[in-house]
């Protein structure tokens, strides 16, 4: 996941597109999947979507 993330984030930064991560609820749950999502790294300045699922935990 960690690889097309970044690989995701190196063609979003090159071309100055948006991106939105999956899930979220996935790097809360399983911490160790986390540094998956962690592509801000790579993407200083581009939009960032991301979906927190937050109706799940209630």
Same mark, same amino acid.
Request: one cysteine or more; a positive charge.
């Given at each position: 996941?960690?690889?097309?993330?970044?690989?995701?984030?190196?063609?979003?930064?090159?071309?100055?597109?948006?991106i @939105?991560?999956?899930?979220? &609820?996935?790097? %809360?749950?399983?911490?160790? $999947?986390? @540094?998956?999502?962690?592509? &801000?790294?790579? %993407?200083?300045?581009?939009? $960032?979507?991301?979906?927190?699922a937050?109706?799940?935990?209630?």
């Amino acid at each position: 996941m960690k690889n097309i993330n970044f690989c995701s984030g190196k063609i979003v930064q090159t071309h100055n597109l948006a991106i @939105e991560l999956g899930l979220q &609820r996935v790097a %809360i749950e399983k911490t160790e $999947l986390a @540094e998956t999502f962690n592509i &801000r790294i790579i %993407i200083l300045y581009i939009l $960032l979507f991301a979906n927190s699922a937050s109706v799940q935990f209630n």
